[in-house]
């Protein structure tokens, strides 16, 4: 089998990396039959973005932390694993941010897609949904929107709903809402497009993130979300570890 071993710079990674090439070989990604990402969530993250175009599918093997979207690591029987392991298929949000300067930025998120607060003053936000205004004014921190695969990390940490794998919806969360007291949010269709008008943007900036892997787009105008239906990551799971296990399982921890 053919695999491309991509490593985070940790040394518990690059250790892994050293190990596994020199047992298993390794090739470039764009001639790989599977990608092994060796690192915590964060360069998963980072390995699904870098490697949109390639059609190989990517097993994670954990050496950080959390490790969600990773499998256990293990040196041993890597090939008998890779082929029994399950695909997991997941389409990324779009994000379409336009800044005060009149410049659009375009990217991919596969977690959320968030909104911050750039000042000390609380933002000041517009919600409209498929062109519908659904709320006037929103006094938050911030707010954003995650898919079923991203609901466990940043928007659970903000309070939102944990989000079964394949239920067509996204989560849109409030991050400490101040008015309207205590709004925990909505529960969209996966198609819904969410469009953010910052309000009194000159006094209460907003910047905004995709997966929170690259640099912010500072002092947004408006920013509008959808589901990217033609991008297809394609995640390898040992069996009985995919996500609709993980994601049940996080919520009896």
Known sequence: MRIAFLASQTSSAQSAFDVLTKRYGNVEPNTAEVIVALGGDGFMLH??????????????????TIGFLMNTYNESELIKRLQAAEQEIINPLTMRAMDRNGKLHQA???????????????????????????????????????????????????????????????????????????????????????????????KRPVNADADSISKSIADIDWVEISTETKVRHKILFDPGHGLEERLISEQFS
């Open 47 to 64: 390995t699904l973005h870098a490697t949109v175009d390639v059609p190989a599918p990517v097993y994670g093997m954990n050496r950080g």
């Open 108 to 202: 991919l998120a596969i977690n959320e897609v968030s909104l911050l607060r750039a000042g000390p003053q609380a933002a000041k936000l517009k919600i409209s949904i498929d062109g519908r205004q659904r709320l006037a004014e929103l006094v938050c921190d911030g707010a954003l929107v995650a898919t079923p695969a991203g609901s466990t990390a940043y928007n659970y940490s903000a309070h939102g709903p944990i989000v079964p794998i394949g239920s067509d919806v996204l989560a849109l969360t409030p991050i400490a809402a101040f008015r309207p007291r205590r709004w925990r949010g909505a529960l969209l269709p996966s198609g819904a497009n969410v469009r953010f008008d910052v309000l009194e943007a000159d």
